[in-house]
């Protein structure tokens, strides 16, 4: 009965229960939010990492305690732990056109996977206190974030009319009239059938004065030449 059976296992059950709670807890805003990664990824992330670590805390334990393993490098098991969760994360993140989206998934993903390793090292109290911190940015953090001053950034993406060399100036003019500058670098074009597409990002000047989404396309719908133009914040 002894190799099914330690009186350890249940600290360890305990801290895996723990670390789940914890990843469902810091899940809840991205689940709230509609994003890819819901409570069960993330208690799924918290759970894993607990658990790795808590194997490498316990070697005495291994294989029914019939073999004596000697002492393990817990640090190597929390460096893959901490790869591996790199490689989840890139799996969030999406590029379209100039838009990037799934950073702060991805980001949050690889925190809280380290919320898990706290608990499996028995660092109970921080790992309770990083996953209140990681729930209260999250939840709070675009409302703290309007209180300071911030230029947000619009992808646009303007379709000109066939046979219609566009004016790069009257362009710049057009945003500049709208409280927006063209981030340097970031202007791409292409031409397919004699259409000329712009991309590039615009950056606001006063996010107070700025034109909203919706009156820059009123504006340049009106501009001579544009037959269709595209806007989307800029954001992660």
Avoid at 112 to 137: E, H
Avoid at 165 to 186: H, K, L
Avoid at 207 to 234: A, E, M, P, W
Wanted: glycine share 10%; with cysteine.
């Amino acid at each position: 009965m002894d190799i099914f059976w330690h009186p350890k296992y249940v600290v360890i059950i305990l801290e895996l229960l723990g670390a789940l709670i914890l990843g469902l807890m810091v899940g809840y805003e991205r689940s709230y939010r509609g994003r890819a990664a819901g409570m069960r990824t993330y208690g799924f992330v918290c759970m894993a990492s607990c658990a790795m670590t808590t194997i490498s805390g316990y070697p005495e334990l291994w294989f029914g305690m019939h073999i004596d393993v000697g002492v393990v490098d817990p640090t190597r098991v929390i460096q893959g732990i901490i790869t591996g969760i790199g490689f989840l994360g890139a799996g969030v993140i999406m590029r379209d056109g100039l838009n990037i989206s799934g950073l702060t998934t991805a980001a949050s993903i690889w925190a809280v996977s380290a919320v898990g390793i706290l608990v499996g090292v028995g660092f109970y109290v921080p790992a309770i206190f990083l996953a209140l911190v990681l729930m209260i940015v999250m939840l709070w953090g675009s409302k703290i974030e309007r209180f300071f001053p911030a230029h947000h950034a619009v992808a646009v993406t303007l379709h000109f009319k066939k046979d219609f060399t566009p004016d790069e100036n009257t362009i710049r003019r057009v945003f500049d009239d709208q409280c927006y500058r063209i981030a340097n670098g970031s202007f791409a074009t292409m031409v397919r059938g004699g259409e000329f597409e712009w991309r590039f990002v615009a950056v606001s000047l006063n996010r107070y004065k700025s034109t909203s989404l919706i009156g820059l396309s009123n504006v340049l719908s009106k501009v001579d030449g544009i037959q269709d133009c595209y806007f989307s914040h800029s954001r992660n």
